[in-house]
Every structure is written in structure tokens, then in C-alpha cells.
């Protein structure tokens, strides 16, 4: 699976869009983006994945640039209980099934 | 969405004891089941990868000896800790795919709320 960069931490006033940003210049045709959040001391949850057209559901919106490069996980009025670790991970979708998790973003939401 | 448990919660035990930690798809079926293991302030390290009816695959590194892995039905999957050591104290999580999929677009995930293991 192609490696992904993401910043360490961001914040993010509460109220206001979050924009998380990886990058993952060596991604494959066939690999998915994938983002997942772990608040303290849960197990992650699933937020949205994509190939290579935008994204959005009821938790947030995923941008995937045109080359596939890069992507932004964008949660549109970031709540307190956003405050979490953030994972980007690009994988195939069969095949190889396992999630590589990295460091991550730690996102907090400010007041 | 999809749920997933384990149990217990949290355990705290002595060394050289054994911990079952189990894991339960609670709403659908999971053919592939995974266990990870976190460490304070560090990303999940994926341990193994269980297959129901058949042997767990188990990452580099981590001895299957010590880790016994059973994924005896399509809904249960459990982790043993083995002889337990404070070195194994962490917290465990599993996660389960549905073994429906949809296609190319959905083989996300589900993770448990994880169990965190003390071994005093």
C-alpha cells in the first residue's frame, strides 16, 4: 500500500470547516483513499473513502485531486466531538485487505 | 452502520496468566476479522488477520505461539494473550470487514471499542 503524509496536529475553531489534508504522491490506479478518526481511547471509525471523484456523506466530504496525489477530508461544521486522530490510508480494495495505519492528524476543535 | 464488540472492556491480570479477548460482529457477518494492538501515544500495528474456518495469518514479528488467534464462526473471532507479560499491556482492538462488500466501493472496516489489557 502507498505510503500517505499527513500534518501531526491542526486546530480547527468550533463552528468552522476542518480541512485535513494527506498526501500520497505514490498512490496506485487501483488504490482507494480511505479516511478513518480514533477519539481517545476508542477504536477508529470509518468516515468516507474514494477513488478518484469527490465524496461526501452525512460525516464529511473527501476531495481527491485530479492526479490523485493529494486529498482533503473536509468536516463542514467541526463540533468538540470531532477531536480525535485523523488516519489517511490508501490501499486496493481486494487483494490485500489490511489497513496500514500512520500517525496521523490530531485534530482539535477549539471553543 | 455496521457494529462491532469486544469483551471485555478492560482486564487487568497477573503475569504469566492467560486473557481472552473476544470480538463480535453484531449485525452482519465477517468472513476476515483483524486484531491490532496500540500502544500509549502510537498508531495502531496491525497483529493478524483471522479467516473464519481456517488459520490466522499473523504479521511479522508477532509471535503466534503467544497470541492465539480462533475465528471458529463467521461472527466470533477471539485473541488469547498467553502467558501474559507487563510487556503485553496495551490496548487491543479488532476490527471486521462485512463479507458482503459492495463491489470495489465498500470493504470498509469496523472497528470494536477495543480492550485494554494490564498485566500487573
Known amino acids: 500500500d502507498a505510503k500517505t503524509t499527513q500534518p501531526p496536529s491542526m486546530d480547527c475553531a468550533e463552528g468552522r470547516a476542518a480541512n485535513l489534508p494527506c498526501n500520497h504522491s505514490t498512490i496506485s490506479g487501483n488504490e482507494y483513499v480511505y479516511w478513518y478518526r480514533q477519539i481517545h481511547s476508542q477504536g477508529p471509525q470509518y468516515i468516507i473513502h474514494?477513488?478518484?471523484n469527490n465524496e461526501t456523506n452525512e460525516m464529511a466530504s473527501l476531495i481527491i485531486t485530479e492526479d490523485r496525489k493529494s486529498s482533503t477530508l473536509i468536516l463542514p461544521h467541526a463540533t468538540l466531538r470531532d477531536t480525535a486522530v485523523y488516519y489517511c490510508?490508501?490501499?486496493?480494495?481486494?487483494?490485500?485487505?489490511?489497513?496500514?495505519f500512520g500517525t496521523g492528524t490530531r485534530l482539535t476543535i477549539i471553543p | 452502520g455496521a457494529v462491532v464488540s469486544q469483551h471485555p472492556s478492560r482486564v487487568i491480570c497477573k503475569s504469566g496468566t492467560s486473557v481472552k479477548i473476544e470480538c463480535r460482529s453484531l449485525?452482519?457477518?465477517?468472513?476476515?476479522m483483524f486484531w491490532y494492538r496500540q500502544f500509549p501515544k502510537k498508531s495502531l500495528m496491525l497483529m493478524a488477520t483471522?479467516?473464519?474456518?481456517?488459520?490466522?495469518?499473523?504479521e511479522q514479528g508477532v509471535e503466534k505461539d503467544k497470541f492465539l488467534i480462533n475465528h471458529a464462526s463467521l461472527t466470533l473471532s477471539t485473541l488469547t494473550v498467553t502467558s501474559a507479560h507487563p510487556e503485553d499491556s496495551s490496548f487491543y482492538i479488532c476490527?471486521?470487514?462485512?463479507?458482503?462488500?459492495?463491489?470495489?466501493?465498500?470493504?470498509?472496516?469496523?472497528f470494536g471499542p477495543g480492550t485494554r489489557l494490564t498485566v500487573t
Open positions: 483471522s479467516n473464519e474456518g481456517s488459520k490466522a495469518t499473523y
Open positions: 476490527s471486521a470487514r462485512d463479507h458482503r462488500g459492495s463491489g470495489g466501493a465498500g470493504y470498509e472496516q469496523y
Open positions: 449485525d452482519f457477518q465477517a468472513t476476515t
Open positions: 490510508i490508501v490501499r486496493v480494495n481486494f487483494g490485500n485487505e489490511k489497513l496500514t
Open positions: 474514494g477513488l478518484k
